[in-house]
């Protein structure tokens, strides 16, 4: 079965300088899509980044990267130049592709992370 | 378009009564999610539209639960006879419907359900 764990339920980062949360996943797909959103306090949750698990280069969209390693099945996300706008909750997901597979999304717990002035 | 919209954003009710809360995804976007989302946890899945149709649901979704997408536009997710354990942020996400890991979800900002 799918699962998502981040290990890290609060972090915390001086503003200007880079953090990385942890996401780790197990799937017996070979075929799947990680994903990071981010959740502010009012509630919605904002896409970030998305990583293909045939892309042999890392996402980086913006500040935001991804550092995919699938021998390790962990998919990080880096946060370089931290903002006080990023104190938010990450959440690690993941969508396997398999025939009949609706798409829906596996979260995993979610970290907290507050910059710091 | 601006996005996944939601409404009510914040609906408080007794226990025992019906709700339902509306959901309005982008506009080219064919499929349409439900997810629930409890306090200091990742969201969980509910249910699943492809256009009109109900193509999956979660064993979260009780029978007191119904989801609808009348016209494959705007959906609608109902609960009945509420309990204090509904008590929980219900999540609208819509997507493209292009298949595969790629098809990125965009969702809404929610509906927060207090049941008191």
């Known amino acids: 079965a799918q699962k998502i764990t981040q290990t890290q339920p609060g972090m915390f980062v001086q503003e200007k300088e880079a953090v990385t949360l942890d996401c780790t996943y197990d799937?017996?797909?070979?075929?799947?899509?990680l994903f990071w959103y981010k959740q502010p306090s009012s509630g919605e949750m904002i896409f970030l980044i998305y990583?293909?698990?045939?892309?042999?280069q890392n996402a980086t969209e913006g500040r935001y990267s991804l550092n995919f390693q699938k021998a390790r099945k962990s998919a990080n996300l880096v946060i370089s130049a931290s903002q006080l706008g990023d104190s938010a909750m990450y959440f690690c997901?993941?969508?396997?592709?398999?025939?009949?597979?609706?798409?829906?999304?596996?979260f995993g717990q979610g970290t907290t992370l507050q910059v710091k002035p | 378009d601006t996005g996944v919209s939601q409404d009510p954003r914040h609906k408080i009710t007794k226990r025992g009564q019906n709700v339902t809360f509306r959901c309005d995804p982008i506009?080219?976007?064919?499929?349409l999610y439900w997810y629930r989302q409890t306090l200091g946890q990742g969201p969980e899945f509910l249910t699943y539209?492809?256009?009109?149709?109900?193509?999956?649901k979660s064993r979260l979704l009780s029978d007191r639960f119904s989801a609808e997408r009348p016209k494959g536009s705007f959906s609608t997710l109902e609960i009945q006879r509420t309990e204090q354990g509904d008590s929980a942020m219900y999540l609208c996400?819509?997507?493209?419907?292009?298949?595969?890991?790629?098809?990125?979800?965009?969702f809404g900002p929610g509906t927060r359900l207090t049941v008191l």
């Open positions: 799937t017996s797909d070979q075929s799947y899509g």
């Open positions: 996400a819509s997507s493209l419907g292009l298949g595969g890991e790629t098809d990125t979800q965009y």
């Open positions: 990583q293909g698990s045939y892309d042999e």
């Open positions: 997901a993941m969508r396997e592709r398999r025939a009949g597979n609706t798409g829906k999304l596996i």
């Open positions: 539209f492809q256009n009109e149709a109900q193509l999956e």
């Open positions: 506009s080219e976007h064919n499929r």
